[in-house]
């Protein structure tokens, strides 16, 4: 049985769309790690199936294809260059030919779909892919389709979804379809969702949660595969102090206790944590210096959503990874540090701390976001932090619903007053699956949740209210809350933009 994985479909079709603003110079950071990333959890997949001596291609759409420096300043030219684009436009054709060519013949295909950004543009990607392999059963995983199962394969897009955490399910999975069971029209694996052939739509239990995540193989271990070094050399060698790269990231976690009405991870995990050892996650961080660190700054990046959950593993963990040569960036909540833990993180070579702040209005924070903590509290883990010689960095959502302007600016002052001028404010943008998604569409017609659909490809809409009737209002909001947080601290102007509704405009 012929086992295909199709890595970089969120990047293709982030290249195939090249949005507004990605183009722009400002972006351009976000816009060569769009490219060039491949989708993580597909990873994790491909170390599953190899620790299981299963058999199986990969096909990097993008990387088999991006591999000179060259086509990065390609792409970079390609708006104001009739040869560039070009030769932009003919590569993108190239790569969906070669994908096409390598997918005929194969009896299962796997894609992820994690991402509600671009996701049209997966969808429309594996139409073609279907026609390449008509006969193939498709499978596909990942945040995006554990959440719209049975429209994946009513539309369609996939046959079977794999919901969920997905490397327990992939072996059960592979070993039903290589023993002929789909050919009953009725499949066992526990997690997923399907329909095959004319068969009844089938909606197994949840698989149950891996306990212990030490047996699992890194995602790492697949990574010659997928092009790791490379990928991670180019990205390196554009952004020198660029983190959260491929090759030098990784979440040493699965969960989160919160219940932030913003994110995915309450559904995903229902609130609940497990954690790598500090022993295994030592053997990833070095794996990762030994075979990818090659140029630039030497970050390594820990995505957990809350990494100093617990002191001893995290004390222990420090201990294990301080002699690598890293310098580690983290993000975490500002009420899970003190003292003590910054100090030992500090001498392990931690530099960064990123605190999701969301809001300085206490009241929004509770009853809104349910974030479970204060202002009062953020902003004094922020000033212990760098009290202490770390670089705290606070982001926070522009547009909650019930926050006023006048609100948000208050809290640029309170950031500016406190000499905090990396701040960053990001639009709200909700999707299915949140709480925040449910308020959101709560009383809107389908057009009016067209209206705010963040892009074409996307299935992230912004949320719309009587201060930002539109995204564009939105974003621009958001746009000049930053700008006021970087503005010289010379400069007067605005001081009281409270209640404006002008504002926005001021972003540019």
């Not at 088999?64 to 070009?86: G, L, P, T």
């Not at 026609?131 to 389709?145: D, K, R």
């Amino acid at each position: 049985m012929r086992t295909v994985l199709v890595s970089d479909t969120f990047a293709y079709s982030f290249l195939v769309r090249r949005p507004y603003p990605s183009w722009e110079p400002f972006w351009k950071g976000y816009r060569d790690r769009a490219v060039i990333t491949p989708e993580y959890g597909l990873l994790y997949i491909a170390a599953a199936l190899q620790q299981h001596a299963i058999d199986f291609d990969v096909v990097n759409i993008i990387a088999d294809h991006w591999d000179d420096m060259r086509w990065f300043e390609v792409s970079d030219n390609h708006q104001h260059d009739d040869a560039a684009r070009a030769e932009l436009e003919g590569l993108i054709q190239r790569m969906k030919d070669d994908l096409k060519r390598r997918l005929a013949g194969a009896d299962v295909v796997m894609i992820p779909m994690s991402y509600y950004y671009m996701v049209k543009g997966v969808k429309n990607l594996i139409a073609e892919m279907r026609e390449a392999a008509p006969g193939a059963i498709f499978v596909t995983g990942g945040n995006y389709a554990t959440m719209h199962a049975f429209e994946l394969i009513g539309a369609g897009y996939a046959d079977i979804v794999i919901r969920g955490e997905g490397e327990d399910t992939v072996i059960q999975l592979m070993a039903e379809l290589e023993a002929g069971k789909h050919k009953t029209g009725k499949l066992d694996t526990l997690g997923i969702s399907y329909q095959i052939g004319g068969g009844e739509p089938g909606h197994n239990m949840d698989m149950p949660r891996i306990g212990d995540l030490d047996r699992l193989a890194h995602m790492y271990s697949a990574g010659d595969r997928f092009h790791i070094a490379q990928r991670h050399k180019f990205l390196k060698t554009l952004q020198p102090n660029g983190d959260y790269f491929i090759g030098s990231s990784y979440v040493t976690s699965r969960g989160c206790p919160e219940k932030c009405t913003f994110c995915m991870d309450p559904t995903i995990w229902n609130r609940k944590v497990r954690f790598h050892s500090p022993d295994y996650v030592r053997e990833v961080v070095k794996y990762c210096w030994d075979n990818y660190r090659s140029v630039g700054n030497p970050k390594f990046y820990f995505g957990d959503a809350t990494f100093t959950l617990r002191k001893p593993r995290l004390f222990e963990m420090c201990e294990k990874i301080a002699d690598i040569g890293w310098n580690y960036n983290v993000q975490t909540r500002a009420d899970a540090v003190n003292e003590e833990t910054l100090l030992k993180m500090k001498a392990a070579g931690f530099h960064n701390l990123a605190f999701g702040s969301e809001s300085f209005n206490d009241e929004i924070l509770e009853d809104v976001v349910m974030k479970r903590q204060t202002s009062k509290i953020v902003l004094e883990g922020a000033l212990l932090a760098r009290k202490l010689g770390l670089d705290p960095i606070l982001t926070f959502i522009a547009g909650l619903p019930g926050e006023s302007k006048e609100s948000m600016l208050r809290t640029v002052r309170i950031l500016r007053q406190s000499g905090f001028t990396e701040a960053t404010f990001f639009p709200l943008v909700v999707f299915r699956g949140t709480p925040l998604y449910d308020t959101f569409a709560e009383g809107k017609t389908k057009t009016e949740i067209e209206a705010a659909r963040f892009d074409d490809f996307s299935e992230e809409y912004c949320y719309l209210s009587e201060d930002f009737p539109t995204k564009e209002a939105l974003i621009s909001w958001a746009g000049y809350l930053n700008a006021e947080i970087r503005k010289d601290i010379s400069d007067e102007r605005a001081d009281d933009m409270a209640g404006s509704d002008v504002g926005h405009l001021l972003a540019g």
